[in-house]
């Protein structure tokens, strides 16, 4: 298990090295860049050159590459040139971090309550109004688009409604302490109990909306492989030998059934992490989707060759997790 | 996972849950449930984060926006105009040939560390900005932009010298006059900040690092002499919250505390605003205002102080180095149609490249009449009928002066169209290289604007014909090039007011009539909104609200 761990830790370091070579490649080939970002109509031929001079952007490729990578070893991935100016990129990561982490587990925690239930019940109700119902239910998740679902979750919740806040992740005048940087954790660790609710209630709609996509995606796959199981001849065996059906469906059913949708969770990190970049932007979560956003726009070089590479690290960490909890769920994973 | 194990590990998380908190202590003050006194918070959405809070190196208007409250500079700008005014200083005077300024200065001032406002200071200031090392000649843009150069240049600044002739006097020297010196003193990037805290916060500490700038301390502890403190800047949750200066040299801030949330999506902002809980929000997409309206909040519309432009570039295209060609295009323009379909209430056709509320501007100019027919003439005449013109307009913007560029492209395609031009369509977005290209020459044609800085004739057409070899319009391809820079050093360069103004009324007209390096379009007025119960915004023709004045509803 050791081994295999280490193995996976020595992949991911290959991973981020050709990673960094082509995020530092790509960016300085997309047109346009920080210079048009910091000078816009003010921007001289004379000034822009001063300006390339001084961010370094001036010197071929590889030297640039080099020289960032010189710093990169030591720890030094450069400062910001616009999302938050001077300041270290990877600090921004950090402290952009936290935000993203709260909204994204409590988009899959919702959509792991409901998909993974509701998978199952449909399939074990195939064909009744309440199959059809879900199934609807979760194609819509998917095809509408994650700043619509947003909008209109505002519109009646927070605008028509009053019942939640419209976006951002605390209230104004609130004073809260920050410990972690993940809001509603900070609240119940310093016994703020009114800072946690107030973060709470801001998480809701972002959260919701965040979670149509995995959950739709949880739903499907569960109620799939349930179907799958359902017709396997251990099931039948099990019910022929007169198992009780609360025991075929906890021993039998849903634990052969729960393994594919385990490997699915995983792959929805990835998908957490790009909808967070329109979620938060609309949400004003100021998260690492957030964050790559406004890089993105003002070709924010350092920030978002940490971002991303950052992000591509997490990704290939959490599917790390997966496998090792699949491991756990699946003895014979463990011997191969 | 068994049930039990499930509950073993659940357990487990809830004793290190409770461990961790008893070691999370609260920082909140007994008794103060936050908030900054009792006259009320005003909270206005902000598009984006400002960079830092030290104006000098800042570049962008969500910063400015914020470092105003708290900043004063030399000279002040009407509210509701573009008039100077006094601030800091009462009166300033000039020599004869305008290159020596005498300011008087308020005698009741004092920054917000407690440090006296007086001549002293005033030069400290001044030789802070001029003496930058090589990071923050880059970085301090404005400083660049408006002075030419830096200590170590001294020759090609326009800035020479600051002396304190008395305690509350002091003396500025320039190399030149220039239509730009005093007015450009009332720029946020030049005001006036406490010497002490500049030096203990070791302001000019800036330094280039990999592909950025370091700023030092300072800029997060911003110390000035307006009628705002600065309270605290919340990154986790985006708000800058400022707190109000009681020991303030004018009437004290209505509200005691001013707070902007970041609120990057329009949309969002407008929902914010309906529920209540912002209470104001600037550039309201302009189809929203009625509607803005209609639910009682009120859309403040600003006087417009910009232009939008169609940029010729004859070197690019030979064929648009003949006049009659750009008269073609001129009137092959149907600008009235334009104003009333593509802009917001409030827009102008433009007569010449700048607003009516500059200095300069020649209000016997008329706009030029639309006449497709005498433009296919014209262009028949020059023997250019059909001829194609690579034409481009920016994506992933929008401006004051172009509220919606693709919209406003088809518009003036079409029209080109109607004429026999090919258009052939060219774009790029607007930090994704359109600014690059266009400064490159490599659109024969293309739209593009500007926002003054100040009330200065030379802040707009000097920006875009005085310098010959740095200019967008590629002027240097034309015969007439190099006399339209210097007729404009020139005017620029006269003392009196007055005259100066006739000059530049005269080269507005030359530029228009005999020129045409490209085609003014319009102005467009940039709007806020405020929710309901606020009163006391006064909207800015330069964006430059100041939120002293505003109370927000019943308080």
């Keep these: 298990m050791l081994r295999f761990v280490l193995r996976r830790l020595i992949q991911m370091v290959g991973v981020v090295l050709v990673l960094s070579v082509l995020v530092f490649v790509w960016l300085r080939s997309l047109p346009g860049g920080p210079v048009s970002a910091l000078l816009g109509e003010r921007g001289t031929p004379e000034r822009r050159a001063a300006l390339e001079k001084a961010l370094g952007l001036d010197q071929p490729l590889p030297v640039q590459y080099l020289r960032y990578m010189e710093r990169a070893v030591q720890g030094d991935f450069g400062v910001s040139t616009k999302v938050l100016p001077g300041e270290d990129a990877l600090d921004i990561f950090f402290a952009r971090l936290p935000a993203t982490i709260e909204l994204s587990f409590f988009a899959l925690v919702i959509a792991i309550a409901l998909g993974i239930p509701l998978g199952y019940l449909a399939a074990r109700r195939k064909g009744t109004p309440l199959d059809t119902t879900t199934v609807i239910f979760s194609l819509v998740g998917v095809a509408v688009p994650v700043f619509f679902t947003g909008f209109l979750l505002k519109y009646f919740f927070a605008v028509e409604w009053n019942l939640l806040p419209v976006s951002g992740r605390q209230s104004t005048g609130l004073d809260a302490t920050r410990v972690t940087g993940l809001f509603v954790l900070d609240g119940i660790l310093t016994r703020e109990w009114d800072a946690a609710w107030d973060a709470l209630k801001h998480l809701v709609l972002p959260a919701v909306a965040l979670a149509t996509i995995p959950f739709a995606v949880i739903f499907r796959i569960t109620r799939a492989s349930v179907l799958d199981v359902l017709d396997e001849d251990y099931v039948r065996t099990a019910e022929a030998k007169g198992l009780t059906a609360q025991v075929i469906r906890g021993r039998h059913v849903l634990r052969n059934a729960i393994l594919p949708v385990v490997t699915t969770v995983g792959l929805q990190v990835g998908a957490l992490l790009s909808g967070a970049v329109l979620t938060e932007t609309v949400f004003s979560i100021r998260g690492i989707g957030d964050a790559l956003a406004t890089a993105f726009r003002d070709k924010d070089y350092p920030v978002l060759q940490v971002l991303i590479i950052a992000a591509a690290a997490i990704y290939v960490l959490v599917n790390l997790l997966v496998d090792i909890a699949y491991a756990v769920i699946d003895p014979r994973i463990r011997t191969r | ?555």
């Excluded at chain 2, 969500?62 to 002040?76: K, N």
């Excluded at chain 2, 030149?176 to 005093?182: I, V």
């Excluded at chain 2, 801030?253 to 605003?273: G, H, N």
């Excluded at chain 2, 006739?502 to 003014?520: C, D, S, T």
């Design chain 2, 1 to 555: 996972m068994t049930p039990k194990r499930t509950m073993a590990s659940l357990t487990a998380a809830l004793i290190a849950a409770a461990t961790l908190a008893s070691c999370a202590e609260s920082d909140r003050d007994a008794g103060d449930g936050g908030g900054g006194g009792d006259d009320g918070t005003f909270i206005f959405g902000a598009a984006g984060a400002p960079e830092m809070f030290d104006p000098f190196y800042a570049t962008d208007g969500e910063t400015f926006r914020v470092t105003r409250q708290m900043f004063e500079g030399l000279l002040g700008i009407e509210p509701g105009s573009a008039e100077v005014v006094p601030e800091l200083a009462t009166e300033w005077t000039p020599n004869e040939d305008g290159t020596e300024w005498t300011f008087t200065l308020r005698d009741d001032v004092t920054f917000h560390d407690g440090e006296p406002f007086n001549a002293e200071a005033v030069c400290a200031n001044f030789e802070r900005m001029f003496d930058q090392n090589e990071a923050g000649q880059v970085a301090g843009e404005y400083w660049g932009y408006v002075m030419g150069a830096f200590a170590n240049d001294p020759d090609n600044s326009l800035y020479q010298s600051c002396e304190a002739t008395d305690e509350f006097e002091a003396v500025v020297t320039i190399s030149g006059p220039t239509s730009g010196f005093p007015t450009m003193l009332t720029l946020e990037s030049l005001s006036m900040q406490s010497p002490k805290a500049l030096e203990e916060g070791d302001a000019n500490g800036i330094a280039a690092e990999g592909e950025g700038f370091s700023f030092p301390d300072y800029a997060n502890n911003p110390v000035g002499t307006g009628p705002f403190t600065f309270g605290e800047y919340d990154e986790a949750n985006g708000t800058i919250s400022l707190e109000r200066n009681d020991d303030y040299w004018g009437d004290a801030a209505k509200v005691s505390e001013l707070v902007f949330r970041v609120i990057p999506d329009e949309s969002t902002r407008r929902q914010e605003l309906e529920a209540g809980s912002i209470n104001g929000y600037d550039l309201p997409n302009p189809v929203d205002w009625n509607a803005l309206e209609e639910s009682g909040n009120s859309v403040e519309i600003r006087d417009a102080f910009n232009i939008l432009y169609l940029g010729f570039n004859p070197d690019t295209n030979p064929q648009l180095q003949d006049l009659k060609v750009r008269q073609a295009l001129n009137i092959a323009i149907n600008r009235e149609q334009l104003v009333q379909t593509q802009l917001p209430e409030g827009a102008e056709v433009a007569t010449q490249f700048m607003p009516k509320t500059v200095s300069g501007y020649n209000t016997e100019l008329q706009a030029p009449e639309y006449d497709p027919e005498r433009a296919k003439e014209l262009l028949a005449e020059a023997g250019a009928e059909g001829m194609t013109l690579t034409f481009a307009y920016p994506t992933e913007v929008s401006r004051p002066y172009m509220p919606d560029p693709q919209k406003l492209y088809e518009a003036l395609r079409t029209d080109l169209e109607a004429v026999g031009v090919n258009v052939e369509v060219k774009t790029a977005s607007w930090n994704g290289g359109y600014l690059d290209n266009v400064t490159a020459g490599k659109y024969d044609a293309y739209i593009l604007g500007w926002t003054g800085d100040y009330d200065s004739p030379f802040n707009f057409i000097g920006t875009f014909f005085g310098n010959l070899k740095e200019n967008d319009f590629g002027t240097s391809a034309m015969p007439w090039g190099q006399q339209l820079a210097d007729d404009l050093k020139a005017a620029d360069a006269i003392v009196d007011e007055e005259e100066r103004s006739a000059a530049f009324e005269e080269i507005n007209a030359q530029i228009m009539e005999e020129y045409l390096p490209g085609l003014p379009i319009s102005h467009s007025p940039p709007a806020l909104v405020v929710g309901p119960g606020v009163e006391g915004v006064i909207p800015s023709p330069l964006t430059a609200e100041e939120f002293d004045t505003v109370s927000v509803g019943g308080e």
